[in-house]
């Protein structure tokens, strides 16, 4: 083994040339890799072909889950001793199903917007369930419920040839069914199929069959058509509503509720650390109108921090507490609020049936809607709506949408089965939809949060080595100086 033949200038050169390099490429990176990683940030979460959040969005690859909950009426056969005895409602469930959601007839515009319909499809998930579609359930008969509603104002006549209708068909109250009957299949009404051949304007129902969800597995048309904001001029309207069913507003609520405002909540754009902490919104086409979801408190799942947004009891306010909220009451300006906290009407969404929209089991509402009918328990673990996002790339961590449907019931003495009845809101069913991030996606919001940091402390260790080398280089030429200098002065005299 021969030793190395280097000279002192040889390794001088090495090691400060070494250390040099180190420095130089270290100060480089350090200055351009904050412009570097944003521009990698920006094209991975840009909505366009081939980015991240494209391949995440035109086909949801996280987990999501559709839950049913049910209320069985278990004594309708008393409505008429209301006053002593109150109606009772029994949750059924949950009935489980997977959902799958794509985009479909995807438009790229000139604006930097992209417009597009949306399928979801739902498979029934027995093992995740508590119970069997085939369970029956009884509760409020939606078609004479709906037809009486729209009727309320109407003259005498009118009612009394409906209530012969409703008895020559052999209509009732309640109406009991499986549940996948009154979920996905639907069921045939006479009195539908009586109404429907009438052709009356007032009346439109556009399904053959009664069903909370008829025809909507894998329908592209049903929650309508989406103009959203793909970010590529400003990120920070990345996923933002433009446009529902080609307008900007909704005739369904006045004024400033009527705005199609917020994401579709799929896609959310990065929030500045200043405003990580404020309200969010989205849109849901179920109710024709956007939720303001108010920031909670921090959270970590999967080793990304993140922050958790709820729906507060503003959401769901028509004027009563909150005075921003009064364009959501449906009624004459005049008669407005008209609805007690905690209650929406969305029945002019809903092709004009009597449908009213609360958390589950009035969670958040006024004690009225609980305290007139038996089998309600709110509860904020339970029942609370919230969305929790990691603010930097609006990567969702944890979803849990749910809304309950309920049904106005009014006396009317002209409609022999409403005729001994109270007013009051009967909870048909709930729902939960939950999405939660996967390991997967996980990891690669996990680079994309930490490529700028990770790049910076890259050249900084760069930087670190660099210095090493030089401060080595130094030290032995410092030393080699001090060794020959002892030499000298050792060297005796002559």
């Given amino acids: 083994m021969t030793a190395c033949a280097c000279t002192e200038r040889t390794k001088k050169i090495w090691i400060f040339g070494c250390g040099s390099f180190f420095l130089l490429f270290g100060m480089i990176l350090a200055i351009v890799w904050s412009a570097v990683s944003i521009n990698i940030l920006h094209n991975q979460l840009v909505l366009k072909n081939g980015s991240q959040t494209y391949n995440n969005w035109v086909e949801t690859p996280i987990p999501m889950y559709l839950e049913f909950y049910l209320f069985n009426w278990t004594n309708p056969d008393r409505i008429a001793n209301w006053k002593t005895e109150k109606p009772n409602f029994v949750e059924v469930g949950p009935f489980v199903f997977t959902e799958k959601r794509k985009r479909v007839n995807v438009v790229w515009n000139a604006n930097n917007t992209v417009s597009f319909n949306q399928t979801r499809t739902w498979h029934f998930v027995p093992e995740m369930s508590k119970g069997s579609l085939d369970d ?17 104002h109407q003259n005498v006549v009118e009612k009394m040839i409906v209530d012969f209708l409703f008895k020559e068909k052999g209509a009732r109250m309640t109406v009991t069914k499986s549940v996948r009957e009154l979920l996905f299949d639907g069921y045939d009404d006479p009195v539908l199929n009586f109404v429907r051949k009438l052709n009356i304007s007032s009346f439109v129902i556009p399904f053959t069959k009664v069903g909370w969800f008829v025809d909507r ?50 896609i959310w754009p990065p929030l500045p650390s200043d405003k990580s902490q404020g309200d969010i919104e989205m849109f849901t086409s179920d109710i024709c109108r956007s939720l303001t979801l108010k920031y909670e408190k921090p959270i970590e799942k999967l080793g990304l921090k993140g922050n958790k947004w709820i729906a507060d009891e503003r959401v769901l ?21 008209d609805l007690l906290p905690g209650v929406l009407n969305v029945s002019d969404c ?15 509402a006024d004690d009225t809607y609980t305290d007139a ?122």
């Fill in 136 to 152: 029956h359930i009884t509760n409020l008969n939606l078609i004479p419920t709906t037809i009486a509603y729209t009727l309320r």
């Fill in 217 to 266: 597995n894998n329908s592209a048309t049903h929650d309508g058509r989406f103009n959203i904001f793909t970010g590529d001029d400003d990120l920070r309207k990345l996923g933002l509503m433009d446009h529902w069913n080609n307008v900007n507003r909704t005739k369904y609520y006045r004024g400033d509720c009527g705005k199609v405002t917020g994401t579709t909540g799929e």
């Fill in 317 to 337: 306010d028509n004027g009563w507490k909150y005075d921003s909220a009064s364009c959501y009451c449906t009624s004459d300006p005049a008669s407005c609020p």
């Fill in 350 to 364: 809903q092709f004009g049936a009597p449908a009213f929209i609360s958390f589950p089991h009035f969670y958040l």
């Fill in 373 to 494: 009918i038996a089998g309600m328990h709110p509860k904020k673990e339970e029942h609370e709506f919230y969305m929790a996002l990691e603010p930097q790339t609006g990567i969702p961590l944890d979803i849990r949408g749910q809304l309950q449907l309920n049904l106005m019931m009014t006396p009317d003495k002209h409609f022999t089965m409403f005729e001994n009845v109270p007013k009051m809101f009967v909870p048909m069913l709930w729902f939960r939809q939950t999405a939660n991030l996967t390991e997967d996606l996980a990891k690669s919001a996990w680079w994309a949060v930490n490529l700028r940091p990770f790049g910076l402390y890259l050249a900084f260790g760069l930087l670190a080595i660099g210095g090493v080398f030089v401060l080595v280089g130094i030290f032995l030429t410092i030393m080699k100086k001090w060794t020959w200098t002892k030499e000298e002065d050792e060297e005796p005299l002559q």
